[in-house]
């Protein structure tokens, strides 16, 4: 046997296609050609496999050997084919039988000792071998992460040695199976700690209901970041497959999957994050915040004070849920299906409007602070609200506020409703919205006036919509009325805010 074929998968974002490592010994001087568009860590590979076979006690082939990592035109990358290869050239030197791998799929760096080493994005990887009907041999690192896949079978070895014995029918390796996950809510900070900002309290119930972005403004220490942190312990809990996607992020990304399994994401990004950091990219392009809070929560505190190309990025994948990075031999997409919830200060010192404290900012200052937020970019969020400083007697009031719990039960309430619709109402549009909403004649016509009024755009209106119709949803209605419309304007609140 000269030539082996070996099946693994490459890792293109949250994809991963199927990679054949095909080995050839031919005769000829001794040598190691690797083709198949290797970048330089998978070039490296043919060094870590040579001294780990070496030191595994195997023998190398002393001939002229060409790997090809099949197809051709697919970018390669990272140090998940040193065991591939490994095993390739032991089946094409017929140290392993090559029916041993009739099945299997396999991806782990190699040390030079000859111990696998975890490799990132397995979580993908795994789904896709499930999917083809495969098993699946990992480093020990990464079984837990392959086997929230579901039913696969992987075989976790922490050795080179181990995976032959394996093969060779010396010493099996068991299955892994992955640990219970209960997926429960967070138990993280809650509501009831909340003093006062009823109106503020209400709005992130709204924004919760039916998946709305947040702003919240009003002075410094006003409770505003106090209440973003308070927004996952209201949401619904992940589902089986949500929990999936949140986690396959994490793992092309590098992060531990564990620490969050189950939970929604809470990023919270310092406002120097460049555009990339934030959107996602680079010369390999890796996922970003708004990828990272997929399913969860992207809070942007001090939101002015982000660079405004930085904030202008985000407006497409507000829209769309998910970020296309194209650049010049790489492209990839990530899902961005996040909650936006901001939090500003109405001018540079904070205290425009303050009754406790005056503003000493000029016109010219307070007019470059609130320019950094472009219109399109307002547009797109559906809340704004002011959250005011509190009166003395509110903050050393002892009186709760309702708790997290008992607001998550209205929540869950308002999307068992929305479920029929097939989407949040953050998500709904066109006819689809206008059949939800349907309007009374008298109703259509009064908002028609306000719109003009407020000279809202047609994107607003819409927003308007949404929001009435989620105010609905939590009141047990069918339709919004009268009431809804008027409370979902009352959310429009920015303008009459930064004007002092």
Same mark, same amino acid.
């Given at each position: 046997?000269?030539?082996?074929?070996?099946?693994?998968?490459?890792?293109?974002? @949250? +994809?991963?296609?199927?990679?054949?490592?095909?080995?050839?010994?031919?005769?000829?001087l001794p040598g190691m050609t690797l083709v198949g568009l290797p970048e330089a860590a998978v070039k490296e590979s043919r060094?870590?496999?040579?001294?780990?076979?070496?030191?595994?006690?195997?023998?190398?082939?002393?001939?002229?050997?060409?790997?090809?990592?099949?197809?051709?035109?697919?970018?390669?990358?990272?140090?998940?084919?040193?065991?591939?290869?490994?095993?390739?050239?032991?089946?094409?030197?017929?140290?392993?039988?090559?029916?041993?791998?009739?099945?299997? +799929?396999?991806?782990?760096?190699?040390?030079?000792?000859?111990?696998?080493?975890?490799?990132?994005?397995?979580?993908?990887?795994?789904?896709?071998?499930?999917?083809?009907?495969?098993?699946?041999?990992?480093?020990?690192?990464?079984?837990?992460?392959?086997?929230?896949?579901?039913?696969?079978?992987?075989?976790?070895?922490?050795?080179?040695?181990?995976?032959?014995?394996?093969?060779?029918?010396?010493?099996?390796?068991?299955?892994?199976?992955?640990?219970?996950?209960?997926?429960?809510?967070?138990?993280?900070?809650?509501?009831?700690?909340?003093?006062?900002?009823?109106?503020?309290?209400?709005?992130?119930?709204?924004?919760?209901?039916?998946?709305?972005?947040?702003?919240?403004?009003?002075?410094?220490?006003?409770g505003k970041t106090m209440l973003a942190s308070r927004l996952p312990g209201i949401l619904p809990p992940l589902s089986e497959?949500?929990?999936?996607?949140?986690?396959?992020?994490?793992?092309?990304?590098? @992060?531990?999957?564990?620490?969050?399994?189950?939970?929604?994401?809470?990023?919270?990004?310092?406002?120097?994050?460049?555009?990339?950091?934030?959107?996602?990219?680079?010369?390999?392009?890796?996922?970003?915040?708004?990828?990272?809070?997929?399913?969860?929560? @992207?809070?942007?505190?001090?939101?002015?004070?982000?660079?405004?190309?930085?904030?202008?990025?985000?407006?497409?994948?507000?829209?769309?849920?998910?970020?296309?990075?194209?650049?010049?031999?790489?492209?990839?997409?990530?899902?961005?299906?996040?909650?936006?919830?901001?939090?500003?200060?109405?001018?540079?010192?904070?205290?425009?409007?303050?009754?406790?404290?005056?503003?000493?900012?000029?016109?010219?200052?307070?007019?470059?602070?609130?320019?950094?937020?472009?219109?399109?970019?307002?547009?797109?969020?559906?809340?704004?609200?002011?959250?005011?400083? @509190?009166?003395?007697?509110?903050?050393?009031?002892?009186?709760?506020?309702?708790?997290?719990?008992?607001?998550?039960?209205?929540?869950?309430?308002?999307?068992?409703?929305?479920?029929?619709?097939?989407?949040l109402n953050a998500r709904l549009a066109g006819q689809a919205l206008e059949e939800a909403c349907a309007l009374q004649a008298?109703?259509?016509?009064?908002?028609?006036?306000?719109? +003009?009024?407020?000279?809202?755009?047609?994107?607003?209106?819409?927003?308007?919509?949404?929001?009435?119709?989620?105010?609905?949803?939590?009141?047990?209605?069918?339709?919004?009325?009268?009431?809804?419309?008027?409370?979902?304007?009352?959310?429009?609140?920015?303008?009459?805010?930064?004007?002092?």
């Open positions: 046997m000269t030539l082996a074929i070996i099946h693994t998968r490459a890792g293109l974002g @949250l +994809e991963a296609p199927e990679v054949l490592v095909e080995v050839h010994l031919a005769n000829g060094e870590r496999v040579r001294s780990a076979l070496v030191n595994a006690g195997f023998d190398f082939p002393l001939r002229r050997i060409t790997l090809n990592l099949a197809p051709a035109d697919l970018p390669k990358e990272g140090g998940r084919f040193d065991l591939p290869i490994a095993l390739g050239l032991l089946v094409a030197s017929g140290q392993v039988p090559p029916e041993a791998l009739a099945g299997v +799929e396999c991806a782990g760096e190699l040390a030079l000792d000859g111990r696998l080493r975890p490799v990132t994005g397995v979580l993908p990887l795994a789904m896709a071998t499930r999917r083809a009907g495969r098993r699946l041999i990992v480093p020990l690192a990464n079984a837990d992460e392959a086997a929230l896949a579901g039913d696969l079978e992987v075989l976790p070895a922490d050795h080179l040695l181990e995976v032959v014995a394996h093969l060779l029918g010396q010493a099996s390796i068991s299955p892994h199976r992955a640990p219970v996950a209960v997926l429960t809510p967070e138990a993280g900070p809650d509501l009831a700690e909340v003093r006062g900002q009823h109106q503020a309290r209400r709005a992130l119930e709204v924004a919760a209901a039916g998946g709305h972005n947040l702003l919240f403004a009003g002075p410094p220490g006003t497959e949500e929990a999936l996607e949140v986690a396959a992020i994490r793992s092309v990304s590098g @992060l531990s999957h564990t620490e969050q399994w189950g939970v929604r994401p809470f990023r919270a990004p310092h406002h120097t994050a460049s555009a990339v950091a934030l959107v996602g990219g680079g010369s390999k392009p890796r996922p970003g915040e708004i990828s990272l809070a997929h399913h969860g929560v @992207l809070f942007l505190d001090e939101l002015p004070e982000f660079s405004r190309h930085v904030l202008e990025v985000m407006r497409e994948p507000m829209e769309s849920g998910q970020i296309h990075i194209a650049r010049a031999s790489h492209e990839r997409r990530y899902p961005a299906g996040f909650q936006l919830v901001a939090a500003m200060n109405p001018c540079p010192c904070g205290h425009l409007g303050d009754p406790r404290q005056a503003c000493h900012c000029t016109a010219a200052q307070i007019q470059r602070y609130q320019a950094r937020l472009s219109g399109p970019l307002l547009d797109r969020i559906d809340l704004q609200v002011e959250v005011p400083a @509190l009166a003395p007697e509110q903050l050393t009031s002892r009186q709760a506020g309702e708790s997290s719990a008992v607001v998550r039960e209205r929540v869950l309430a308002a999307r068992a409703r929305q479920a029929s619709r097939g989407a008298a109703d259509r016509a009064w908002l028609a006036g306000v719109l +003009e009024r407020l000279k809202l755009s047609a994107r607003a209106y819409h927003r308007v919509l949404r929001v009435a119709l989620t105010l609905a949803d939590l009141a047990g209605e069918t339709r919004p009325g009268r009431d809804q419309l008027i409370e979902a304007i009352g959310y429009r609140q920015l303008d009459r805010l930064l004007k002092g």
